[in-house]
């Protein structure tokens, strides 16, 4: 069965400071890997993908993520924290296999709070 | 600025009552999902529909959810009878290709509130 683990409820982080909000997966054959942002009171906008090829992906917002098959990690981070990068994060995975479908499952997400 | 669009943004009705929310995907997509958001569970998917044809409902309970596509611009996800453990955030979204690499960009939200 495919699945998302992101580890961390919320993550505090100070504003300047480099960011990383954690995502584990599993699924069978080639993982295809998403990152989602939510903002109170509205839909969830794309950050970033990997689909193949260099490890590490550029994403909106100055974001990226870094994709390690052999810890099955995709890790969402950021050189420097801003206070409205706080939201709610969503790791999420598409997986190649017998009966798939091809839908996404999500994590339960991971609140980024920024402080001052 | 393409976007999809969600309708109604809110609603509150009365446990039995028929609740209709629709969607109006991304000009040009071919992919339709509908997901439920709640504190408990997280982001579900309900369903999933490709050119119209619904591909995946194995997440709506069949005795009272029905999606539906009339046409390539219109989705509709309705519940009949409501009831008050219906209550959540219903998210629609939609992709260009069905491709499996595909981004999904998803509408706001309709907020159910069932009393």
């Known amino acids: 069965a495919q699945s998302v683990a992101q580890p961390e409820d919320q993550v505090n982080v100070a504003e300047g400071n480099p960011l990383t909000v954690k995502c584990t997966y599993s699924?069978?054959?080639?993982?295809?890997l998403f990152w989602y942002v939510q903002y109170p009171n509205r839909g969830l906008q794309f950050l970033l993908k990997?689909?193949?090829?260099?490890?590490l992906v550029k994403g909106s917002y100055g974001f990226e993520a870094e994709f390690n098959k052999s810890q099955t990690s995709f890790h969402l981070k950021k050189p420097s924290a801003l206070v409205s990068d706080s939201a709610l994060y969503f790791c999420?995975?598409?997986?190649?296999?017998?009966?798939?479908?091809?839908?996404?499952?999500f994590g339960q997400g991971t609140t980024l709070q920024v402080k001052p | 600025d393409a976007r999809v669009t969600q309708t109604p943004r809110h609603k509150v009705t009365e446990m039995g009552q028929e609740v209709t929310m629709r969607c109006q995907p991304i000009?040009?997509?071919?992919?339709v999902f509908w997901y439920r958001q709640t504190m408990m569970q997280g982001l579900e998917l309900l369903a999933y529909?490709?050119?119209?044809?619904?591909?995946?409902d194995s997440g709506m309970p069949k005795d009272r959810f029905s999606a539906e596509m009339p046409d390539a611009t219109l989705a509709t996800l309705k519940i009949q009878p409501s009831e008050p453990r219906d209550s959540a955030v219903y998210f629609c979204?939609?992709?260009?290709?069905?491709?499996?690499?595909?981004?999904?960009?998803f509408g706001p939200g309709t907020r159910l509130t069932v009393l």
């Open positions: 990997y689909i193949t090829g260099d490890n």
């Open positions: 699924v069978s054959g080639n993982p295809y």
């Open positions: 999420a995975v598409r997986g190649v296999g017998s009966g798939n479908t091809g839908k996404l499952i």
């Open positions: 979204a939609s992709g260009p290709s069905g491709s499996i690499t595909d981004t999904q960009y």
């Open positions: 000009l040009g997509h071919n992919t």
């Open positions: 529909f490709r050119n119209r044809a619904p591909l995946d």
